[in-house]
């Protein structure tokens, strides 16, 4: 098997990704709902902690995603674990904001991250649609942190984080279902 037959039997082994997107499209979802609702101390844990949640329903929809066995190839085994791992560096920095009470900055770093973390999943599922996601991740979430940050206005706090986890959550949910179809 060479490096590209591994790329393309890998994406149709979990369709891109869909199950992974779906479910981490829901907890940004959810982290929206939450900043609307509770005090920014509370949407920045929600947030910080959203993983603990998605990632196993993600590896359960992908189990249960129909199609051809995963591929094993030992070099590229591991790569895929270190792609899959590698946001996991970034968490010390969201820490860091969560224990100096930055709370309204958690949800914008932990969007950087995810942004950061798309890009190597283009070349591994041979498709643009990771690249895109990154980039409407990243000007989404400068957007809407940017329209909900308006002090002038009289706006809440939590208003910004609160936008921002809606259109990550919603970019991610619309790439599920794009990944889908792929």
């Known amino acids: ?4 037959d591994y790329r393309i039997a890998l994406a149709e082994a979990n ?6 997107l779906a479910a981490y499209g829901t907890t940004w979802l959810v982290c929206g ?32 995603t129909p199609g051809p066995a995963t ?18 560096l970034g968490l010390p920095i969201v820490i860091y904001l969560t224990m100096a009470k930055r709370y309204t900055m958690v949800p914008l ?11 190597p999943y283009s070349w591994l599922y041979a498709t643009p649609l990771y690249l895109v996601m990154g980039g409407l ?16 206005r009289g706006d809440d706090a939590a208003r910004g984080p609160m936008l921002l986890c809606f ?8 790439s599920a279902a794009v990944a889908v179809v792929l």
């Open 137 to 152: 991740v990243s000007v989404g979430a400068a957007v809407a942190q940017s329209v909900g940050d308006r002090p002038d």
């Open 1 to 4: 098997m060479t490096i590209d």
């Open 167 to 174: 259109v990550v959550g919603g970019v991610m949910a619309l």
């Open 109 to 119: 770093a932990m969007a950087l991250l995810v942004a950061v973390h798309f890009a």
């Open 15 to 20: 369709r891109h990704g869909w199950g992974f």
């Open 33 to 64: 709902v939450v900043w609307s609702r509770a005090s920014p101390r509370v949407g920045a844990f929600f947030t910080l902690f959203q993983g603990l949640a998605a990632l196993p329903v993600a590896l359960l929809l992908t189990a249960l």
């Open 71 to 88: 591929p094993t190839m030992p070099g590229l085994d591991t790569l895929v674990i270190l792609l899959a791992s590698g946001q996991l």
